[in-house]
Protein backbone atom coordinates (compact mmCIF):
# COMPACT_ATOMS: atom_id res chain seq x y z
CA UNK A 1 0.00 0.00 0.00
CA UNK A 2 1.54 3.25 -1.18
CA UNK A 3 2.80 6.00 2.05
CA UNK A 4 0.59 9.13 1.09
CA UNK A 5 1.62 11.65 3.15
CA UNK A 6 -0.43 14.92 2.42
CA UNK A 7 0.89 18.27 2.99
CA UNK A 8 -0.71 22.07 3.27
CA UNK A 9 -0.34 24.22 -0.03
CA UNK A 10 -2.14 26.91 0.57
CA UNK A 11 -3.21 27.91 3.97
CA UNK A 12 -6.32 29.29 3.81
CA UNK A 13 -9.12 28.15 6.42
CA UNK A 14 -11.85 27.86 3.85
CA UNK A 15 -15.19 27.68 5.43
CA UNK A 16 -16.41 24.96 3.08
CA UNK A 17 -13.77 24.74 0.81
CA UNK A 18 -15.34 22.35 -3.02
CA UNK A 19 -14.97 21.47 -6.29
CA UNK A 20 -11.45 21.52 -6.84
CA UNK A 21 -10.76 21.18 -11.15
CA UNK A 22 -7.41 21.67 -12.42
CA UNK A 23 -7.42 23.81 -15.54
CA UNK A 24 -4.92 22.57 -17.90
CA UNK A 25 -4.19 26.05 -20.08
CA UNK A 26 -3.59 27.86 -16.62
CA UNK A 27 -1.71 25.23 -15.07
CA UNK A 28 -3.70 26.22 -12.06
CA UNK A 29 -6.21 24.55 -9.88
CA UNK A 30 -9.78 26.42 -9.60
CA UNK A 31 -12.03 25.85 -6.34
CA UNK A 32 -14.72 27.15 -4.13
CA UNK A 33 -15.91 27.94 -1.01
CA UNK A 34 -19.64 27.31 -0.72
CA UNK A 35 -20.02 29.31 2.79
CA UNK A 36 -18.33 32.31 1.93
CA UNK A 37 -20.08 32.59 -1.51
CA UNK A 38 -15.97 32.40 -3.39
CA UNK A 39 -14.45 31.00 -7.00
CA UNK A 40 -10.99 30.87 -6.41
CA UNK A 41 -7.73 30.28 -8.55
CA UNK A 42 -4.82 28.76 -7.00
CA UNK A 43 -1.65 28.72 -8.61
CA UNK A 44 1.12 26.45 -7.41
CA UNK A 45 3.67 27.90 -8.95
CA UNK A 46 3.84 30.82 -6.52
CA UNK A 47 1.63 29.91 -4.07
CA UNK A 48 -0.85 32.45 -4.58
CA UNK A 49 -4.90 32.18 -4.33
CA UNK A 50 -7.26 34.77 -6.08
CA UNK A 51 -10.47 34.99 -5.40
CA UNK A 52 -13.71 36.30 -6.56
CA UNK A 53 -17.00 37.15 -5.01
CA UNK A 54 -20.32 35.39 -6.24
CA UNK A 55 -23.83 36.30 -5.76
CA UNK A 56 -25.61 33.18 -4.29
CA UNK A 57 -23.81 30.49 -2.92
CA UNK A 58 -22.23 27.49 -5.20
CA UNK A 59 -22.39 24.06 -4.83
CA UNK A 60 -20.26 23.10 -7.57
CA UNK A 61 -19.10 24.59 -11.28
CA UNK A 62 -17.33 24.08 -14.49
CA UNK A 63 -14.71 25.75 -16.61
CA UNK A 64 -15.82 26.88 -20.30
CA UNK A 65 -13.52 27.82 -22.85
CA UNK A 66 -12.79 31.78 -23.05
CA UNK A 67 -11.93 32.49 -19.21
CA UNK A 68 -15.13 31.43 -17.75
CA UNK A 69 -17.22 29.24 -15.95
CA UNK A 70 -20.59 27.68 -15.35
CA UNK A 71 -21.27 27.53 -12.02
CA UNK A 72 -24.57 25.65 -10.07
CA UNK A 73 -25.75 28.06 -7.15
CA UNK A 74 -28.19 27.89 -4.67
CA UNK A 75 -30.51 29.94 -6.83
CA UNK A 76 -29.80 28.96 -10.48
CA UNK A 77 -27.13 28.61 -12.76
CA UNK A 78 -24.44 31.13 -13.67
CA UNK A 79 -22.16 31.88 -16.41
CA UNK A 80 -18.58 33.54 -14.44
CA UNK A 81 -16.40 36.00 -16.23
CA UNK A 82 -13.39 35.31 -14.35
CA UNK A 83 -11.87 38.84 -16.63
CA UNK A 84 -14.27 41.13 -14.75
CA UNK A 85 -15.58 39.26 -11.86
CA UNK A 86 -19.41 39.16 -13.14
CA UNK A 87 -22.04 36.67 -12.84
CA UNK A 88 -25.15 36.42 -15.33
CA UNK A 89 -27.81 34.08 -14.32
CA UNK A 90 -28.86 31.50 -17.20
CA UNK A 91 -31.46 29.99 -15.63
CA UNK A 92 -33.46 30.04 -12.20
CA UNK A 93 -33.04 26.52 -9.65
CA UNK A 94 -36.05 24.46 -10.60
CA UNK A 95 -36.47 23.85 -6.68
CA UNK A 96 -37.64 25.90 -3.73
CA UNK A 97 -34.56 27.45 -3.09
CA UNK A 98 -35.46 28.03 0.89
CA UNK A 99 -35.03 24.47 1.29
CA UNK A 100 -32.86 23.08 -1.06
CA UNK A 101 -29.79 24.19 -3.11
CA UNK A 102 -26.99 22.57 -5.61
CA UNK A 103 -23.89 20.82 -4.45
CA UNK A 104 -21.77 18.03 -5.91
CA UNK A 105 -21.37 18.15 -9.69
CA UNK A 106 -19.63 17.23 -12.71
CA UNK A 107 -19.31 17.67 -16.67
CA UNK A 108 -19.87 14.50 -18.52
CA UNK A 109 -17.04 14.13 -21.17
CA UNK A 110 -19.29 15.69 -23.80
CA UNK A 111 -19.31 18.78 -21.50
CA UNK A 112 -23.06 18.53 -19.75
CA UNK A 113 -22.88 19.61 -16.48
CA UNK A 114 -24.45 17.17 -13.86
CA UNK A 115 -25.10 18.79 -10.62
CA UNK A 116 -27.15 17.31 -7.85
CA UNK A 117 -28.93 18.77 -4.69
CA UNK A 118 -28.88 18.78 -0.70
CA UNK A 119 -30.89 20.45 2.01
CA UNK A 120 -29.79 24.01 2.94
CA UNK A 121 -30.21 22.98 6.49
CA UNK A 122 -27.52 20.92 7.98
CA UNK A 123 -29.77 18.85 10.37
CA UNK A 124 -32.25 18.37 7.42
CA UNK A 125 -29.62 16.50 5.01
CA UNK A 126 -30.24 13.42 3.60
CA UNK A 127 -34.40 13.52 4.75
CA UNK A 128 -35.54 15.70 1.61
CA UNK A 129 -35.60 13.85 -1.93
CA UNK A 130 -33.41 15.57 -4.17
CA UNK A 131 -32.43 15.09 -7.36
CA UNK A 132 -29.73 15.28 -9.99
CA UNK A 133 -30.05 17.97 -12.71
CA UNK A 134 -28.45 18.05 -16.07
CA UNK A 135 -27.37 21.01 -17.66
CA UNK A 136 -26.36 21.72 -21.83
CA UNK A 137 -27.07 25.38 -22.19
CA UNK A 138 -30.27 25.19 -23.06
CA UNK A 139 -32.52 22.48 -20.66
CA UNK A 140 -32.18 21.61 -17.27
CA UNK A 141 -33.77 18.81 -16.35
CA UNK A 142 -34.01 16.35 -13.55
CA UNK A 143 -31.81 13.18 -14.47
CA UNK A 144 -31.75 11.08 -11.79
CA UNK A 145 -34.19 11.41 -8.45
CA UNK A 146 -34.85 10.84 -5.80
CA UNK A 147 -31.88 11.29 -4.23
CA UNK A 148 -30.97 12.03 -0.58
CA UNK A 149 -27.59 13.85 -0.54
CA UNK A 150 -25.50 14.81 -3.80
CA UNK A 151 -21.39 14.11 -3.35
CA UNK A 152 -19.24 11.87 -5.71
CA UNK A 153 -19.93 12.72 -8.81
CA UNK A 154 -17.43 10.99 -11.50
CA UNK A 155 -17.66 9.45 -14.97
CA UNK A 156 -15.24 6.53 -16.16
CA UNK A 157 -12.41 7.62 -18.70
CA UNK A 158 -14.66 6.20 -21.09
CA UNK A 159 -17.45 8.23 -20.47
CA UNK A 160 -19.79 5.27 -20.01
CA UNK A 161 -20.11 4.84 -16.79
CA UNK A 162 -21.51 7.28 -14.16
CA UNK A 163 -21.12 7.59 -10.24
CA UNK A 164 -22.71 9.19 -7.56
CA UNK A 165 -22.41 9.02 -3.67
CA UNK A 166 -24.58 8.58 -0.92
CA UNK A 167 -22.85 9.84 2.22
CA UNK A 168 -25.86 8.71 4.83
CA UNK A 169 -25.70 5.59 3.50
CA UNK A 170 -22.07 5.10 3.25
CA UNK A 171 -22.78 3.88 -0.39
CA UNK A 172 -21.17 4.96 -3.99
CA UNK A 173 -23.71 4.04 -6.91
CA UNK A 174 -23.07 3.17 -10.65
CA UNK A 175 -24.83 3.88 -13.76
CA UNK A 176 -24.59 2.95 -17.19
CA UNK A 177 -24.25 6.30 -18.85
CA UNK A 178 -25.37 7.27 -22.80
CA UNK A 179 -23.24 9.55 -24.43
CA UNK A 180 -24.84 10.50 -26.93
CA UNK A 181 -28.29 10.93 -24.96
CA UNK A 182 -26.55 12.00 -21.71
CA UNK A 183 -29.04 9.57 -20.04
CA UNK A 184 -28.13 7.10 -16.44
CA UNK A 185 -29.49 3.88 -16.23
CA UNK A 186 -29.57 0.42 -14.07
CA UNK A 187 -28.47 1.96 -10.47
CA UNK A 188 -26.73 -0.61 -8.89
CA UNK A 189 -24.45 -0.21 -5.43
CA UNK A 190 -20.80 0.11 -7.02
CA UNK A 191 -19.14 0.26 -3.30
CA UNK A 192 -19.81 0.58 0.38
CA UNK A 193 -17.54 2.56 2.76
CA UNK A 194 -16.34 0.53 5.66
CA UNK A 195 -17.63 1.96 8.96
CA UNK A 196 -15.43 3.93 10.83
CA UNK A 197 -13.61 5.17 7.69
CA UNK A 198 -16.08 8.40 7.07
CA UNK A 199 -18.81 9.40 4.76
CA UNK A 200 -18.07 9.49 1.00
CA UNK A 201 -17.87 13.53 -0.38
CA UNK A 202 -16.02 13.99 -3.54
CA UNK A 203 -14.49 12.19 -5.99
CA UNK A 204 -12.73 12.01 -9.20
CA UNK A 205 -11.61 9.27 -11.21
CA UNK A 206 -7.61 8.17 -12.60
CA UNK A 207 -7.09 7.08 -15.92
CA UNK A 208 -6.75 3.57 -15.29
CA UNK A 209 -10.61 3.90 -13.87
CA UNK A 210 -10.10 4.04 -10.35
CA UNK A 211 -12.47 5.81 -8.23
CA UNK A 212 -11.10 8.22 -5.25
CA UNK A 213 -13.06 9.46 -2.93
CA UNK A 214 -12.65 11.88 -0.25
CA UNK A 215 -14.00 10.66 3.11
CA UNK A 216 -14.53 13.32 6.03
CA UNK A 217 -15.53 12.63 9.58
CA UNK A 218 -13.84 8.88 10.15
CA UNK A 219 -13.03 7.33 13.57
CA UNK A 220 -9.79 9.57 14.32
CA UNK A 221 -9.59 12.18 10.79
CA UNK A 222 -10.83 12.30 7.80
CA UNK A 223 -9.31 10.15 4.96
CA UNK A 224 -9.03 9.44 0.79
CA UNK A 225 -9.59 5.84 -0.49
CA UNK A 226 -9.10 4.73 -3.90
CA UNK A 227 -11.64 1.94 -5.71
CA UNK A 228 -10.25 -0.22 -7.75
CA UNK A 229 -13.19 -0.37 -11.25
CA UNK A 230 -14.05 -3.52 -9.53
CA UNK A 231 -15.40 -1.34 -6.64
CA UNK A 232 -12.80 -3.03 -4.49
CA UNK A 233 -10.95 -0.63 -2.00
CA UNK A 234 -7.37 -0.18 -3.44
CA UNK A 235 -5.91 1.50 -0.46
CA UNK A 236 -6.86 4.31 1.92
CA UNK A 237 -4.66 7.28 3.24
CA UNK A 238 -5.30 9.22 6.34
CA UNK A 239 -5.65 13.30 6.03
CA UNK A 240 -4.06 15.33 8.98
CA UNK A 241 -7.59 17.01 9.36
CA UNK A 242 -11.06 15.90 10.11
CA UNK A 243 -13.06 16.72 7.23
CA UNK A 244 -11.66 16.50 3.60
CA UNK A 245 -14.75 17.75 1.05
CA UNK A 246 -13.24 16.68 -2.73
CA UNK A 247 -10.33 16.10 -4.89
CA UNK A 248 -8.79 16.56 -8.08
CA UNK A 249 -5.59 15.57 -10.20
CA UNK A 250 -3.09 17.88 -11.45
CA UNK A 251 0.26 19.24 -11.87
CA UNK A 252 2.13 19.22 -14.99
CA UNK A 253 1.63 15.13 -15.36
CA UNK A 254 -1.95 15.42 -13.58
CA UNK A 255 -0.78 12.60 -10.86
CA UNK A 256 -0.97 15.43 -8.18
CA UNK A 257 -4.17 14.83 -6.06
CA UNK A 258 -5.51 18.09 -4.88
CA UNK A 259 -7.89 17.91 -1.32
CA UNK A 260 -9.94 20.64 -0.37
CA UNK A 261 -10.95 20.26 3.51
CA UNK A 262 -13.68 22.84 5.39
CA UNK A 263 -13.95 23.86 8.91
CA UNK A 264 -17.45 22.84 9.74
CA UNK A 265 -18.19 23.52 12.93
CA UNK A 266 -20.60 20.51 13.59
CA UNK A 267 -18.30 18.25 12.38
CA UNK A 268 -15.36 20.14 14.46
CA UNK A 269 -13.18 19.45 17.54
CA UNK A 270 -13.31 22.59 19.61
CA UNK A 271 -11.61 24.71 19.31
CA UNK A 272 -11.07 24.56 15.43
CA UNK A 273 -7.57 23.74 14.42
CA UNK A 274 -5.69 25.63 12.36
CA UNK A 275 -5.56 23.28 9.48
CA UNK A 276 -8.90 22.29 9.19
CA UNK A 277 -9.95 24.23 5.39
CA UNK A 278 -6.76 24.39 4.54
CA UNK A 279 -6.00 23.09 0.95
CA UNK A 280 -3.72 19.79 0.65
CA UNK A 281 -1.40 18.22 -2.01
CA UNK A 282 0.33 14.68 -2.17
CA UNK A 283 2.23 13.42 -5.21
CA UNK A 284 0.75 9.71 -6.55
CA UNK A 285 2.44 6.86 -8.91
CA UNK A 286 -1.16 7.79 -10.95
CA UNK A 287 -2.25 10.26 -13.65
CA UNK A 288 -5.80 11.89 -13.63
CA UNK A 289 -7.94 12.52 -16.60
CA UNK A 290 -8.44 16.80 -17.46
CA UNK A 291 -12.07 17.10 -16.65
CA UNK A 292 -14.20 18.40 -19.59
CA UNK A 293 -15.24 21.84 -19.86
CA UNK A 294 -18.45 23.06 -20.35
CA UNK A 295 -20.07 22.49 -23.85
CA UNK A 296 -23.42 24.39 -24.16
CA UNK A 297 -25.64 23.66 -27.39
CA UNK A 298 -25.93 27.20 -27.70
CA UNK A 299 -23.46 28.91 -29.47
CA UNK A 300 -23.66 31.68 -27.09
CA UNK A 301 -25.01 32.41 -23.74
Not at 10 to 23: D, R, S, V, Y
Not at 285 to 294: M, S
Request: proline share 8%; hydrophobic share 40%; with cysteine.
Amino acid sequence: MPDYKPKPVLNIMAELGECPIWCVEDQALYWIDIDRMTINRFDPKDGKNKEWKLPAMPGCFALCDGNGAVIAARDGIYDFNFANGTAKMLCKAPFDTSVMRFNDGRTDRQGRLWAGTLAVDFAQMGKIPGAFYRYDGVTLESGISPIAIANGTAFSPDGKTMYRAESGELRVYAYDYNPDLGVASRQRVFAEIPQGFGAPDGAAIDSEGGYWVALPAGAKTGGVARFKPDGKMDFYFEMPVLVPTMIAFGGPNMSTLYITTARLEALMPKPIPDSAGNLFAVETPFRGIPEAKFRSRKKHF
